[in-house]
C-alpha cells in the first residue's frame, strides 16, 4: 500500500517547517541536499531568481522533499496575504513544489492508517458515540482508497478540505485518540459493491445532516450512478443535530450579493448582467432542487447543478440544496431548508442518532449506502 498524498498548502508565497528533530531534504531524485537541526523555523521560499530557498541554503530545482527524523513529525505554517497561518504537526514526508506562477504547493506524503484517523478527528463532531467514529473511519478510508486508485497519475491523491476531506495533521487530544483507535479497531475495512461480477470501491460522500432523505449522487456524473449511491434512504435519525442543522433559513440575499457571489466563482456568467430571477428546473423524486436556472436583466439564461450555486453562495449560509425559493422586490429568499451539506451517500448526524439506537457500524453504513457491504482488503 502506497502512502496518500495530501495537498495540504496552495499557491503560498512562503512555508516555514519545524520538528523537535532534525530535518533533512532531499532532490526529487532522492539526492541529499540539507538538513536543519535547530528547533525553530527554517522558512521555505522562492527567490527572484527561481531557485528554491531553505533557510540559508539556496538550490535550482523545482521541487524538494522534507523528512523529519522518523519518530518525528513536521509543524507547517503557510505565508499567504501578509501573516502566518496557524502551525499543524503532520506525519510522514512533505513535498514542496514550484508552481509555473511562482507560488509554492505542499504535498504530505502520510501511511493510509494514520491519515483516516487524522481525518476523523475532523470529520466526527467530538462528542459522538464510538461507534460513530467507527463509521466515518471505514468510510474515510473507503473515499481515500478510491481516490487514490482514481488519481494514481495525478500530483496528489486528495486535497486537505472539504473539497475531499478536512485533514489538519495529527491530533493529540481526546477526539484525536478516539479516532485513532477508531481506524485501529478497523483497520483495512473498506466498502465496496459488485459490478460485472467484481467487488469494487466507490466514492464514499457525506455531509452532515440529510434533512430527512438523501439525494442521488448522479447528478455529479455516470460513475456516481451505481445503487450505494442512489439516494432515496429515509432519515429521521438526524433530528437530533443541534441549531440551525436540521432545518435552517429563512436566509436573504439582495440580487446584487447574489450576482457578485456567482461571478467571483464563474466570471463567465457576467453576460447575464444583473440578476432577475434564480428558479428551480429540476428535483429529485422526494422534490429537492437539482438544477437551478439564473436569469439576467436581458433575458439570458445558465442553468447550472443546484450544489454549485449553493457553494457559491456559500456553504455555511446556504445550508442546504434542499429549500424553496421566495422572490420579493430585490432579494431571493432561501426557506424552509432542510439538512446541512450536499445530502449525498452517509449523513453524520444520522450515524450519531443510529448509534445512540445501538446499531453497529456494518448496520449503519449499509443503512446509508444500500447494496454495499464490508471488505477487508488488508
Known sequence: MREVRVLIAVDVEQVRLRSPGTISSYNDDGTALGTHDD??????SRDVSGEIRFGASRWRVASIDVQPDPIDTVEVSAYRDGEWSDGNRYPGTLRIVVRDDGGLDVVNAVEVERYVACVVANEV??????????????????????????RARAEFDVTATQ???????????EPGRRATEAAR????????????GEDRLFCTYYSAACGGMSQSAAIFGRENDIE??????????????PGKTYRWGPVRLRKEQVRARLLAKYPELRSLGEIQEVTVVERTPSGR???????????EFHDMLAERFRL????????????????TGGEIIFENGRGF???????????????LQGKRAGEILEYYYPGSKLMRVY
Open 341 to 355: 451539506g450536499h445530502g449525498l451517500g452517509l449523513c453524520q448526524w444520522g450515524m450519531q442518532g443510529q448509534a
Open 312 to 327: 457559491a453562495m456559500g456553504g455555511g449560509e446556504i445550508k442546504s440544496t434542499d429549500f424553496t425559493i421566495r422572490m
Open 228 to 241: 450505494p449511491l442512489s439516494g432515496g434512504v429515509r432519515c429521521d435519525y438526524c433530528k437530533i443535530a
Open 125 to 150: 463532531w467530538p462528542t459522538f458515540e464510538m461507534e460513530a467514529y467507527r463509521v466515518q473511519a471505514i468510510a474515510s478510508r473507503t473515499f481515500v482508497l478510491h481516490e487514490m486508485l482514481r
Open 39 to 44: 528547533d525553530d523555523w527554517v522558512v521555505v
Open 185 to 196: 479497531y478497523t483497520r483495512g475495512i473498506v466498502l465496496t459493491y459488485r459490478r460485472q
Open 163 to 173: 473539497r475531499s476531506q478536512v485533514y489538519r495533521g495529527i491530533r493529540t487530544d
Open 289 to 299: 432542487p437539482v438544477r437551478l436556472r439564473i436569469t439576467g436583466s436581458g433575458g
